[in-house]
């Protein structure tokens, strides 16, 4: 029995926008229930739609960056859903000409391939708002959400195992936060995922289909991954008790993830599209896009995730790995990107950034390029250490006090007294004066003893430790090497 896994991708990504797609109405999360809403959002008779120009652009700007070609004219269509959410009783939604259309995304795999996915459309339609049942006499319903602008991209099914599912998610976040779409976060809901995964199974000769199932609502790559790979293996289970557990006998269905049993949930069997009743909204004009239009925004495309990591190892001869880190998020890779370009050490302003850098602006619950220190100074304090002005420690103290003081780094550094010492007369007198105290450890490293290494390290910091810190460690290391042997 030969199992391929088959799975294509929706994704749902709530745009970056002031106001909501076809309406005034601001978006703000959290904001008292139904706050914010019209007439157009309410869907009150008499009330016309007019599109959302910045959301138009978000979605032209995600489309480029995934290779998708964006088509000259484009119209809205309407799609029935009655659930009371959305009062209009349907959704406007894009169908049969979507204003992107074949594209591609290869994602990078662990073991250093690449994957490439179909990407069949990206269209934009508008989002539902809120019921709220538990715990109530009665539902609820808040319509601040309703009419939020969503795009949907729509992938082939090219992906063929839980890691690419996964990856395929963190790469679309990054895009969409790199060319500035979506925030793209995943508790508020604002990235969502839903895999649709069936098996193709190849016994005697012959290739049997599962039943395609849908999983809803993923908000997490940790539940991309899980919900993928549980159904990869219930649907076996099931194809494994009755062979005529396929496609052709069962519909297509709907199911739930649970994240705490780490298991699908069956919802509902799933409608075809001609139980949506597309048809065109009569009250929105279509869009014919300009080329010039599209032009400019096609030359102002910021530098994608993928080919700036690769610029970072390639040009700037950083670790893979330190790419990444820098990579992971759009704010970080173009804060050290500027600082680059400012005049700073590439490997120093990576060290800087990954070993404290990002605890820092952790601890203080913001992005790193909000914490206060422009990246002309970040360069500053990483050609200090280049040049050999301060050390390491240093750089780690005098980072923290450019958090809250504005002054030249070099001043700083000085002030605090910080300013490494090479001067080897002067430390020359305090390994002099270490190694006539601990004449043990001296024994030890000259007399070649399981010991010597930690002797010598021992010597080292008590140095160090004389020179408060400010000792250059090459010098301090080349005069006890010399001196010891
Ligand atoms: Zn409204």
Request: aromatic share 8%; charged share 25%; proline share 5%.
């Amino acid at each position: 029995m030969e199992v391929k896994l088959v799975v294509g991708m929706e994704i749902h990504v709530q745009l970056a926008c002031n106001t909501k797609m076809f309406c005034g109405c601001r978006l703000g999360y959290g904001d008292a229930p139904n706050s914010n809403v019209c007439p157009v959002c309410l869907g009150l008779p008499g009330s016309l739609p007019v599109i959302n120009k910045q959301a138009f652009e978000h979605s032209v700007r995600t489309a480029l960056a995934l290779n998708l070609n964006i088509a000259e004219f484009t119209k809205w269509d309407r799609k029935g859903y009655y659930y009371p959410d959305l009062p209009k009783n349907y959704q406007i939604s894009q169908y049969d000409l979507p204003f992107s259309y074949d594209g591609y995304i290869d994602l990078p795999l662990a073991d250093g391939t690449a994957h490439r996915v179909r990407i069949n459309r990206a269209h934009l339609e508008e989002d539902a708002g809120k019921n709220q049942h538990e715990g109530l006499p009665h539902s609820q319903i808040d319509l601040n959400r309703a009419g939020t602008p969503l795009l949907e991209i729509v992938t082939e099914p090219d992906l063929n195992s839980p890691e690419q599912c996964r990856v395929l998610a963190q790469e679309l976040q990054k895009i969409v936060q790199f060319v500035g779409a979506s925030h793209a976060n995943m508790q508020l809901g604002q990235m969502r995922f839903e895999p649709n995964i069936n098996l193709q199974i190849t016994m005697d000769g012959k290739v049997y289909k599962t039943p395609i199932v849908e999983v809803k609502n993923l908000n997490s790559f940790r539940a991309v991954e899980g919900a993928v790979a549980y159904e990869a293996w219930r649907q076996l289970e099931e194809f494994k008790k009755d062979h005529s557990f396929t496609r052709e006998n069962h519909g297509k269905q709907n199911r739930g993830w649970d994240d705490a049993k780490g298991e699908t949930i069956f919802q509902r069997e799933k409608e075809e599209s001609s139980d949506y009743r597309y048809f065109p909204d009569p009250d929105l004009v279509p869009v014919k896009v300009d080329a010039g239009w599209l032009k400019n925004i096609r030359d102002n495309m910021p530098e994608m995730p993928l080919a700036m990591k690769a610029r970072f190892v390639n040009e700037l001869g950083l670790k893979e790995y330190d790419a990444s880190v820098l990579t992971a998020e759009a704010p970080m890779a173009r804060y050290f990107d500027a600082a680059v370009k400012a005049g700073g050490p590439a490997k120093r302003l990576a060290n800087i950034i990954t070993q404290f850098g990002i605890s820092t602006a952790s601890e203080k619950s913001c992005a790193i390029d909000e914490l206060g220190i422009t990246p002309q100074r970040l360069a500053e304090l990483a050609k200090l250490v280049e040049d050999g002005t301060i050390n390491a420690t240093a750089s780690a103290k005098l980072f923290n006090i450019m958090l809250t003081d504005d002054a030249p780094a070099a001043e700083l550094a000085e002030k605090h007294s910080l300013i490494q010492k090479s001067d080897s007369g002067e430390i020359e007198k305090l390994v002099d004066e270490v190694l006539a105290a601990n004449a043990k450890a001296v024994e030890d490293v000259r007399s070649g003893s399981k010991k010597a290494g930690a002797a010598r390290g021992f010597l080292m910091g008590q140095v160090m430790q004389r020179s408060k810190g400010q000792a250059n460690p090459k010098v301090v290391s080349e005069l006890l090497a010399k001196k010891l042997s």
